[in-house]
C-alpha cells in the first residue's frame, strides 16, 4: 500500500557530511510524524530524529546540534541533513512515517528499508 525509499547514505570520513532522503509513494490520505532512526551493529534501533507535520523536531542526544531534519509535504519526503559525522554515527539509517491511508481511516507505521551510512578514514 505505502512505500517508503531511502537514499543518500554511503561511506565517509569523519568531520564530514551527508544528506538522507526518503519519500513515500502509494495510498497515502495523509502523513503525520516523520522521522528517522538507526540501527548500529549488536544494538538496538534508536531514535535519530522526528518532525512532525507542523515542523517541531526532536532529536536524540548523541545528534543535537549536528543533525538537522526536515520534509517537503508536496515531495512527501523528509530529510536527514548530518554534518560532523563520527565514527559511532555508523549504523543503517531507517525512514519511518505514520500514514493514514484513507479518510477517518487509522494511522499505521510505515518503515523503509534502511541505508547504510559508514563513518571512517
Known amino acids: 500500500q505505502v512505500q517508503l525509499v531511502e537514499s543518500g547514505g554511503g561511506l565517509v570520513q569523519p568531520g564530514g557530511s551527508l544528506t538522507l532522503s526518503c519519500g513515500a509513494s502509494?495510498?497515502?490520505?495523509?502523513?503525520?510524524?516523520m522521522g528517522w532512526y538507526r540501527q548500529a551493529p549488536g544494538k538496538q534501533r534508536e531514535l535519530v530524529a522526528t518532525?512532525?507535520?507542523?515542523?517541531?523536531?526532536e532529536y536524540a542526544v548523541p545528534v543535537k546540534g549536528r543533525f538537522t531534519i526536515s520534509r517537503d509535504h508536496a515531495k512527501n519526503t523528509v530529510y536527514l541533513q548530518m554534518n560532523s559525522l563520527k565514527p559511532e554515527d555508523t549504523a543503517v539509517y531507517y525512514c519511518n512515517a505514520k500514514i493514514v491511508n484513507i479518510y477517518f481511516g487509522p494511522e499505521r507505521d510505515y518503515w523503509g528499508r534502511g541505508t547504510q551510512v559508514t563513518v571512517s578514514s
Open positions: 518532525i512532525t507535520t507542523s515542523g517541531s523536531t
Open positions: 502509494g495510498r497515502i490520505f495523509v502523513i503525520n510524524a
